[in-house]
């Protein structure tokens, strides 16, 4: 009963024969094997566009190596005030963006709004010589509620980023589960609704450790190489990380991988929702956020389930957690079993 993380999961096997298999013989390294030249077709042919693809080995790099190229040092990265990168990722998009700032931002279930962002910007100040010049608009698709952005959510943070001039990122860790629950194209998703920059992960979906950034406008990449090779991220055997990508982009793994979390996740707030538990913002994609009393957490624990205490300042209008329960967050993963979550919940109900 390990709900601590998808990160808890080991390597899917397609992903883990793929290493196995690229492991045969030798190939050129530093991105040039053609593994890596088959994972970046296949980029273009998914996003239905040319497109500019860098590996990387985590999403740290990722988010960071993207912001710090979507951005001047001087630039103000706009986020909601639990993203990834302005709560986990000890300060990397400052350090390898030479300087630039994270201004955080409120939002109920971890998103951002128009409203919200277009009232940071009016707000200011910005621009220079002494201030710093807002940039770029980041958001994470899923958010860390657990929670996605629609088309049309996108488009409209976007459109107004764009009129200001600032680039959007996504971070998409967990990009996977929202395709899932979207169901539209990966190009409705990011670009056609005006992503500039997009940081794909796998590692989360069921890989060793394999991220990519992706930059819509292959001309915004110029320059992108070097800054992967100076901060230390461009790996020698390459091939390892292409070989991941790929096994994870071929036919549907990706989605398949992210369709059983996603089942996983609602099957477990199902269940918990017999039991008088409901979950704190809407399940739309692998993560379900409950307030267990203490006495059920205790008891879960002592049966050896593995999660995750909360706090959020994003809980929906009039939701508190109660003096003597705690919120908790609940994480499933492609080798999460119908059997783990029925025993979660039964645990819960006294069984």
Not at 50 to 70: D, I, P, R, Y
Request: charged share 20%; hydrophobic share 45%.
């Amino acid at each position: 009963m390990n709900f601590a993380s998808d990160n808890t999961a080991g390597v899917a096997p397609p992903i883990l024969d793929a290493i196995v298999k690229a492991n045969e013989g030798f190939a050129l390294g530093y991105g040039n094997d053609d593994a890596t030249a088959r994972v970046t077709k296949r980029l273009a042919d998914l996003f239905e566009r040319e497109v500019a693809v860098h590996l990387v080995a985590t999403g740290t790099a990722a988010n960071a190596l993207a912001l710090a190229h979507l951005s001047p040092p001087w630039g103000a990265i706009l986020c909601h005030e639990q993203s990834h990168i302005a709560t986990d990722e000890c300060g990397a998009p400052e350090f390898f963006g030479g300087g630039l700032k994270l201004v955080t931002l409120p939002g109920t279930g971890c998103k951002l709004t128009p409203g919200i962002v277009g009232e940071a910007l009016k707000r200011g100040p910005w621009g220079g010589p002494h201030h710093v010049t807002a940039s770029v608009l980041s958001l994470t698709q899923s958010t860390e509620a657990g929670t996605v952005y629609r088309p049309d959510e996108i488009a409209a943070l976007s459109k107004l980023a764009h009129a200001h001039g600032l680039a959007v990122h996504m971070d998409g860790a967990r990009l996977a589960n929202a395709m899932v629950r979207l169901q539209v194209s990966p190009a409705e998703a990011t670009w056609k609704a005006g992503v500039d920059a997009l940081s794909f992960g796998a590692t989360k979906g069921g890989a060793l450790g394999a991220e990519v950034i992706v930059f819509f406008e292959p001309a915004r990449a110029a320059g992108m190489a070097e800054r992967r090779k100076r901060a230390g991220h461009l790996l020698s055997k390459h091939r390892f990380l292409a070989a991941q990508m790929e096994a994870y982009l071929t036919g549907n793994c990706w989605l398949d991988l992210a369709a059983h979390a996603n089942r996983m996740a609602d099957r477990l707030a199902a269940r918990l929702a017999m039991a008088g538990i409901d979950p704190v913002w809407p399940v739309d994609a692998n993560e379900v956020f409950v307030i267990l009393p203490r006495r059920v957490d205790e008891r879960l624990k002592e049966a050896g389930a593995r999660y995750y205490p909360w706090e959020s300042r994003a809980l929906p209008e009039g939701k508190t957690v109660p003096d003597e329960s705690v919120l908790v967050r609940l994480v499933t993963s492609f080798s999460t079993t119908g059997g783990d979550v029925d025993r979660f919940a039964d645990i819960v109900r006294g069984r």
